[in-house]
């Protein structure tokens, strides 16, 4: 494994969290909002472990929820970086879902954050010192 | 002015809101995720005034975060209906910044929301009733 | 329009919510304290958008809450300011609510609160330069 | 004592608190509405530990806020039965502040809230079974 | 009365709290972390009280939770200094549940907090000035 | 491995999260509370996933906080099951930190809770169908 890959390997952030009925909708079902907030974080955290500079997020792709993420369950959303820029990084965040009552998962929503390094003046600084 | 167009201007939504340092990163702006939960938000409630059916999210679009929302702003996130299919709407979500101690304010992110008219079956329904 | 009414109609704020049944009481509506507190908060924003200055709460007005915002609904908390004063201004906040799934809104609650701007010193300070 | 006196007595509901800078602003004193709504729930206890019914806030008084609560100051919110009547009590509500590192507390806050006794159609019922 | 007994008696500290249904989890009860941290800040806001120094949680006690708290009960935190030692105090937390709709309480949950003061460069220091 | 190493490995569950400043003390630290309640939500988690029956929190052991966790540091939570029971399991929790701008991490707070397969009657069940 290379340098750089040991360092994603590394980078890679995951948090579990038991979705209660009270950040559910009407209708039960996780607010999109909060999934697209616990998205970022995990994406600021990847981002911020492989760097360590300062990173902030310049745009969050199309996310699709396409899969309803209902109360009493519990979901896992995964942060691994895909793409290594000057300045900035991928961070691709999944979120798994599972059944707290029953075993096995399905990956419920995708969304992929850009992240860029930033200096004290709030200009882009490279993600690595080379 | 048409049924529809009172119905969607009737819809518009607002909020405003005081950034304070604690919902901010340790760059001292506005967490993308903070943004984005609030666009949601925004986008729930514009397409449940404009219906008055259950509504769910099923996709944001890109968003982008160009310019900086500081700690000690107010923003205000504001919602409109920009399409109305049969079950689903688009929101067009705006965020303006504003100084807190100085005049003007100015767009600083954007984002649609598609939002779909679901029944207790979670199958679409028409989003009005004809 | 004067300036000053202008600069009134600029500042007026206003926040949708929905009431989840997680801000309720057991009686499922929702608790005083709660409606108190996003009403100052609205008047805080109202104020601070007029004046562009520091402002503090001095007083609130007795509050009736002779009708029940029940969990479920959509409330919108209005503030406008309608008194201008040297070193304060008062700000009408109104709570009106809607019925998520039917058309319709009533006036719920409302108050008024008393703001004063103040200086590093924390000593008043005129709300409008001249 | 008698046994009204001793209910009074037992129903005594105190609720300490660090003001963090967290829930200050921009002036680093602790928001009115924070203080409302802590106020409120205090009473809500109080009343509730009193009548072991169902209580609603119908009103809070005219609430002065003469002396500012800064960031890192300890606070106790107390409530007190000051008035029984037949289907409402009234809730004197103080918040003394108390220095962190130095000796001493000053009454900084008061406010008078009236609980009403429910049932379940919402209707007024007694406050204390006869 | 001695001198330390008063101030160990002015130290103790109280938070009364409604269980609400969206602290508590799928068997509705309290979460045992939910008890675990306001124990903490009750300690906290004792220790503080007794000594007027910065004080850090250096342990907590084994913790039994016995007996369920249940969602709508009010509990009440109660901490009381139980051993002072020259930089560091021992403080009793009891957490008492009623019914909100019956007379009576019970002793739920008991732990044992030991609270250093330190100084800016995280030095122990006496507790109190002699 | 054997099927029960198997359903250990796949329980283990972690959260990583960033310490702000709001989270943290006057001493600029996490609150023993808030780490405590992080550790009892990834080991309700974790005994969860392990089980998939409800479980509850009977005890926490003695926690240690000699090392302080400062803001601005990136914690994560692990959680691992250690011993399996006929109705209860142990899960080891431990705190590790990362300076957010310094390679390495050093393991912070260790505990251990023990909890318990219930049943809708609040009786202990076999964690573990046979």
Redesign the interface.
């Known amino acids: 494994m290379t340098k750089l890959a040991a360092r994603i390997a590394a980078a890679q ?6 979705v ?3 950040t559910t ?3 039960k ?1 996780l ?4 999934a ?7 994406a ?2 990847a981002a ?2 492989f760097s ?3 990173m ?11 899969m ?1 993420i209902p109360a ?1 369950t ?1 979901i896992e959303v995964q942060g691994a970086i895909t793409r290594v820029g000057r300045t900035s990084v991928d961070v691709q965040v999944n979120i798994y879902k ?6 096995g998962r399905v990956l419920a929503v995708q969304g992929l ?1 850009t992240m860029v390094a ?1 200096d004290e003046n ?1 200009e882009p600084v490279p993600v690595i010192d080379v």
Not at 13 to 18: D, G, H, P, R
Not at 36 to 42: G, Q, S
């Open positions: 952030t995951s948090i579990f969290k038991v209660f009925p009270n909708n009407h209708y079902t607010f999109g909002g909060e697209l907030k616990m998205m970022d974080e995990v600021f955290i911020t472990r360590r500079k300062t902030v997020t310049v745009s969050s792709s199309k996310v699709d929820f396409t309803p009493d519990i599972e059944e707290m009552y029953e075993e954050f930033v709030k």
